[in-house]
């Protein structure tokens, strides 16, 4: 059927006119979306992944708007659209042919790609046909289904009678582990509803569904029409729906495309579509909205454009990362395209910035499924480390994770005030304290024995590892202060005597005066041995002549220590010697010389995760291999260089803390307009949970000093900005119930604090410490009186001027 579009009407296919001032009746995604703030990508990195993200769905493709097999969790399988725990299809293709002409364009070469918060679109020209395509998409929340939209422009002087061709590219199969709870994949089947004009989907031996139309009719074929066929993997078919379509001279259409999914039941799938059909742009006016207040929650405005930006976009990209399963539950996954899932360690990084920015129900939600998945594998206390979205667990948990658990939930403790969610896990997180303390520490030092952060062989376990003791000390601390806030004073005495001894032994036994550096592990020199040898090995492949001198000095030094006496060995400089300073357990002196010492492994993107892999070459042999194979060898990341920031910001250095979120800056948009990959600046993956970690921190609880315990109704206030920021502000951070804004002017005589919250009955706590004169709401502060330097304040608005 043909269907002729003429100016001012809209007859299924949308028609904006370009001709005519008019008011536009009809709503699209490009009236929503293009308003929005927006980054443009860079065409060197159009063969290079997107992503358009949803909490139940998500959408992963090239910029330039094809769909190859990308990925290596499910090898080739972690693109295309995904409704976890099963994939809907590898992706789609579209093109315009002209009727009754040979001539035709496949929609999978854009020349330009633009990221949106919450949508992307990619543009294509036919320049000797006159016409202009624009291809844009999003996702609803809590639907299983993406928008699309095709505009396609005339700018020629006469009328364009074209066939239109989608072709979805389905591919139903189930998430990584799908096998350990009987997901099993079989061949696709299709059929086409008429009635609909829409093609429908499923797997043969499983209730799994995709189904995709427009709004108007159209004709069914298997292969693409104008595209090449698609070379694939798996066991889909590709299905084709074709448009006959008239646009008129200097005018343009619009053509909306529905693609829903399940995995319950094709009752579902229907009810899903007919929702995005009928529902679906309210629902991405109402996700905008939401958006908006993202944007508007923990909002910072610094002289410094480039950081705010960056700020403001982890806020969406982690938006991005919220990952809802109904039978598991919702969470914060840990990064696309390869981790779509949730890791212990990720998220206890990753909600540190999440809880500074104002997502405490993100918080909460994923700190529970944690919790219960946890339990339900473990019984013991101990967090898993990976969990696929069907539930089936990976890994029970690395020891440093239970750990970072406990500390994060008492963060989490003072950023919302949540006594029950305490009161209710406060139980595990003793066990998991206990399985530390006892099972895994048979020597009875403090020091659970086994594997960290660092994935390397050798350095697994049977040693005692920097990280885990770093981090176990600080989850004593963070019990000590829950037990007291819970009122069990009996434990929190106890984990705080431990805490504190513990603190002073990692001073004392993990200090490494030769290397000015905490050391990568304890260990007997018969224990040290064989993973000096294989970090040689390592350095010797890479061709690090410099590595290998250095270790083979550290290998003759072994030789004159006692065997058989545990001492710390500095062996692959990983990024976790410097937990000790992310967490504050270092001393002034150590930390000073150990930050000095961190700068010989870092480039002008972060630190080196290994830094035996340090590089002088813009281009190394690393890197080069690392594009063809995927491995972290030779990586900086985003996370060592995050940890750096806070080790700067926690011992007062706030110029080099900036510095580091600087380095971080710069791989922020390096090829994913609006997002940082996971390793600096393009590899890995494209979107990352703990990059907030390094900027949000820093930013909110250092720079701009918030402390928060909301569960007292009380915050300290301790701003120690960079000393180029003459005007900076930070509005609506969420505590608790309440939002505070703090703005900050240097005068030329005097700091100005302007302070507002909503609730007026919480207690703000001013840090005016070295102040020799200060003004609170226009009266002198008699500081001969004040020796905590601290100023009480309540009160909806208060100003305070500080010499």
């Known amino acids: 059927m043909k269907i002729t579009v003429h100016p001012f009407i809209t007859l299924l296919v949308f028609l904006i006119s370009c001709s005519t001032p008019e008011k536009k009746t009809v709503t699209s995604l490009f009236q929503k979306v293009t308003d929005l703030s927006s980054i443009e990508g860079k065409p060197q990195y159009l063969t290079s992944p997107f992503v358009t993200a949803g909490d139940r769905v998500y959408v992963i493709g090239y910029q330039d708007g094809s769909f190859p097999d990308l990925g290596w969790h499910i090898a080739g399988e972690m693109g295309g659209i995904w409704d976890h725990p099963i994939k809907l299809m590898d992706g789609f293709t579209a093109s315009i042919k002209i009727q009754n002409s040979s001539d035709s364009l496949c929609l999978d070469k854009a020349e330009k790609f633009t990221n949106y918060p919450m949508a992307n679109m990619h543009h294509f020209n036919w320049a000797d046909k006159n016409i202009n395509v624009d291809r844009i998409q999003a996702i609803p929340d809590g639907v299983e289904g993406v928008l699309v939209e095709y505009r396609i422009m005339n700018t020629g002087e006469e009328i364009k009678n074209i066939i239109f061709s989608f072709t979805g590219m389905i591919d139903l199969r189930p998430t990584w582990l799908g096998e350990r709870t009987d997901m099993v994949d079989a061949e696709d089947e299709i059929s086409f509803d008429e009635k609909l004009g829409a093609l429908i989907a499923k797997d043969t ?49 619009i053509v909306p495309v529905f693609i829903a999914g399940s995995y319950q039941s094709e009752e579902a799938l229907r009810k899903t579509y007919d929702i995005l059909k009928t529902q679906g742009q309210e629902k991405i006016k109402q996700k905008i909205d939401r958006y908006k207040l993202i944007d508007r929650t923990a909002h910072l405005s610094i002289p410094d454009l480039e950081i705010s930006q960056m700020y403001e976009w982890l806020k969406y990209n ?135 952060m660092m994935e390397i062989p050798g350095l697994e376990s049977k040693l005692e590892m920097i990280d885990v003791a770093a981090y176990t000390q600080q989850a004593l601390v963070s019990l000590a202060e829950l037990a007291h806030s819970l009122k069990d004073s009996a434990d929190a005495v106890y984990y705080q005597q431990i805490a504190d001894e513990l603190k002073i032994k990692i001073n004392e036994e993990w200090w490494q005066p030769n290397e000015n550096s905490f050391g990568d ?165 494209i979107t990352q949970a703990w990059n907030i970690y390094g900027v949000a921190v820093p930013m909110v609880e250092y720079f701009f000093g918030f402390q928060p315990k909301a569960y007292e109704k009380r915050v300290i206030l301790s701003p120690h900005l960079p000393k180029d920021w003459k005007e900076a ?35 703000l706590l001013i840090d005016i410490k070295d102040a020799r004169k200060v003004i609170v709401n226009d009266r002198e502060l008699d500081l001969n009186t004040n020796t905590d330097h601290l100023v009480s304040l309540k009160g909806k608005d208060n100003k305070l001027e500080i010499y």
């Open 205 to 253: 031996a499983n209730t799994w569904f995709t189904m995709y139309g427009s709004t108007q009719s159209a004709k069914y074929s298997i292969e693409p029409e104008g595209c090449s066929p698609i070379a694939r993997s798996g066991l889909g078919k590709n299905g084709t729906l074709t448009y006959s379509i008239s646009i008129p001279a200097k005018g343009e259409i």
């Open 318 to 452: 982690t938006d991005w990362l919220t990952r809802y399963v109904p039978e598991q539950g919702a969470g914060l996954s840990a990064g696309l395209p390869d981790y779509p899932w949730w890791f212990g360690a990720d998220a206890t990084y990753s909600l540190q910035g999440v809880l500074a920015t104002g997502d405490h129900e993100l918080a909460r939600t994923t700190i529970l499924l944690l919790h219960q998945l946890s339990q339900q594998t473990n019984k013991n206390g101990r967090i898993l480390h990976e969990v696929s979205t069907n539930g089936s667990v990976f890994n029970p948990g690395n020891v440093n994770e239970t750990a970072q658990f406990i500390t994060l939930v008492n963060n989490y403790y003072r950023w919302t005030g949540d006594h029950e969610l305490v009161k209710q896990i406060f139980p595990d997180l003793k066990k998991g304290m206990s399985w530390l303390l006892v099972e895994k520490d048979p020597d009875g030092n403090h020091y659970p024995n086994g594997s960290g």
């Open 729 to 763: 502000s930070l509005d609506n951070v969420k505590v608790g119930n309440n939002y505070i804004s703090l703005s900050i002017s240097q005068k030329s005589e005097y700091k100005e604090y302007r302070i507002k919250q909503l609730l007026e009955n919480w207690t």
């Open 521 to 685: 592990f304890i260990g007997t020199v018969e224990q040290a041995t064989p993973v000096l040898e294989a970090a040689l090995t390592r350095s010797d492949t890479l061709g690090k002549t410099w590595a290998v001198a250095e270790l083979k000095n550290t290998q003759k030094q072994m030789t004159k220590y006692k065997k058989g006496k545990p001492m710390p060995h500095v062996i692959y400089h990983n990024w976790v010697v410097n937990t000790p300073l992310e967490t504050g357990i270092a001393d002034m002196e150590k930390a000073k010389a150990a930050r000095l010492k961190a700068k010989t492994y870092e480039n002008p993107y972060g630190v080196f995760v290994t830094g035996i892999d340090r590089t002088e070459e813009d281009d190394s042999i690393v890197l080069k291999s690392r594009k063809k194979i995927f491995s972290y060898t030779g990586a900086v990341m985003t996370l060592p260089t995050s940890v750096q920031a806070i080790a700067a910001a926690r011992y007062g250095d706030m110029e080099d803390a900036l510095q580091y979120i600087k380095k971080l800056q710069h791989s922020f948009s390096y090829a994913l307009p609006g997002s940082m990959y996971e390793v600096s600046p393009d590899f890995g993956m």
